[in-house]
């Protein structure tokens, strides 16, 4: 070994124009982190590896509000993690009782987010306008269903005037395409 060899220092990578080196593993994007492509697993809803047409039920159960790190931990650690898969492994009243036992789950939380998944699937119905809707009492499809779209944008925009928690109160166009999409939606979660 001669002075200057680089001892314990890391080999340069690749000069920038020549072409990429495959390691093994799954693709990565442009900025480092793996492509994941995950296909339908026996027992998924048709929609539920689908994109924005989905309903919903392609959300990432992470983007619901409320979901603390060890309960997203527990529901991961059993494939739980779109809403579609937890409407479907907690849609039901026993479903939900038996996963919060086993994963160690707080009943209550779990029916929070259980709501939160269901009513993820009406489009349009984001974070802060679900958090609204559920300040007013509609928790979930077919509560927002049973309302009368009249009264709902104006008890919304009052909240948001009130607590100021979006920029905009939905206009009553927003809000009649919500109760129209609920009634048309099939029931997921027994009480």
């Known amino acids: 070994m001669e002075f200057g060899d680089s001892v314990g ?4 990578g690749p000069d920038p124009g020549s072409p990429p080196v495959m390691t093994g593993g799954p693709p990565r994007a442009p900025d ?3 492509r994941v492509r995950r296909s339908a697993l026996p027992g998924d809803p048709p929609a539920a590896t689908a994109g924005p047409e ?5 959300l990432p159960v992470s983007r619901l509000r409320g979901l603390t790190l060890p309960v997203r931990a527990a529901l991961r650690r059993r494939g739980i993690v779109t809403c579609g898969r937890l409407l479907r492994a907690a849609g039901g009243a026993r479903d939900r009782a038996r996963l919060a036992a086993e994963a160690g789950v707080d009943p209550d939380a779990l029916l929070a987010l259980v709501r939160r998944a269901d009513l993820a699937r009406v489009d349009g119905v984001g974070t802060v306008f679900g958090l609204m809707l559920e300040e007013l009492g509609v928790a979930d499809v077919p509560t ?3 309302q009368g779209p009249a009264g709902l944008p104006a008890r ?6 009130e607590e100021r928690l979006a920029r905009r109160s939905p206009t009553p166009e927003e809000v009649e395409g919500w109760v129209r999409q609920a009634r048309a939606l099939p029931a ?3 009480y």
């Open 156 to 161: 919304l925009a009052a909240y948001n005037r």
């Open 54 to 58: 989905a309903g919903g039920l392609a």
């Open 9 to 12: 220092r890391r080999p340069k």
């Open 144 to 146: 927002l269903a049973a």
């Open 188 to 190: 997921l979660v027994s």
């Open 32 to 34: 480092g982190r793996a």
